[in-house]
């Protein structure tokens, strides 16, 4: 079985983006992003309502990092210490060498293929670092967007479970997509 530890923090690069720890210094921008219901509409998790809330998830990424239960990177290009966005390694198994990734960015960074370019590095990081034998990723199926990005980096989808998750009075579909370590 696997065995995880963040400690030190890994620091990321790609051409372009520089992924290193997010901190309370982030807490407007992941404000933008968890209280927008736009950047929200596929994630189906209450929306934060202030600065606080933005700090208890700030915190909460933060405690699962030390615990190492779980992984995410603040998104910010090389040349500036603005977030972009979160992307990270959810609901680690161990047990299964089988990660889940995701990801959000703010609106004006969409379309500029920093989340490709943040996925293919976890990627690598996943399989070569974390020993990963694959890596999962959890949408709605219609978050096109979503599914373009994995596409584009190799995923393939794996299944698509109907009405399988109750949010806010609603059965909702989620779809599966995995790349495997070949």
Request: negative net charge.
């Amino acid at each position: 079985m696997l065995e995880f530890n963040f400690s030190p923090f890994p620091i990321l690069e790609t051409e372009r983006l520089l992924l290193d720890s997010i901190s309370e210094q982030d807490v407007n921008e992941v404000f933008q992003l968890r209280s927008n219901p736009e950047t929200m509409k596929y994630i189906p998790r209450p929306l934060v309502k202030d600065n606080e809330g933005a700090l208890e998830h700030i915190r909460m990424i933060l405690d699962k990092i030390t615990t190492n239960e779980g992984i995410n990177w603040a998104i910010r290009f090389k040349s500036s210490s603005k977030l972009l966005g979160i992307i990270g390694f959810y609901r680690l198994q161990p047990e299964n060498y089988r990660a889940e990734i995701g990801y959000m960015i703010l609106p004006e960074f969409h379309g500029k293929g920093i989340v490709p370019e943040a996925v293919n590095r976890l990627i690598k990081y996943g399989f070569k670092d974390l020993k990963l034998h694959s890596i999962e990723a959890v949408i709605a199926p219609e978050n096109y967007a979503s599914e373009r990005v994995l596409q584009k980096c190799g995923f393939t989808k794996e299944a698509h479970f109907k009405e399988s998750e109750f949010y806010e009075g609603k059965f909702l579909d989620k779809v599966i997509y995995s790349l495997l370590n070949n």
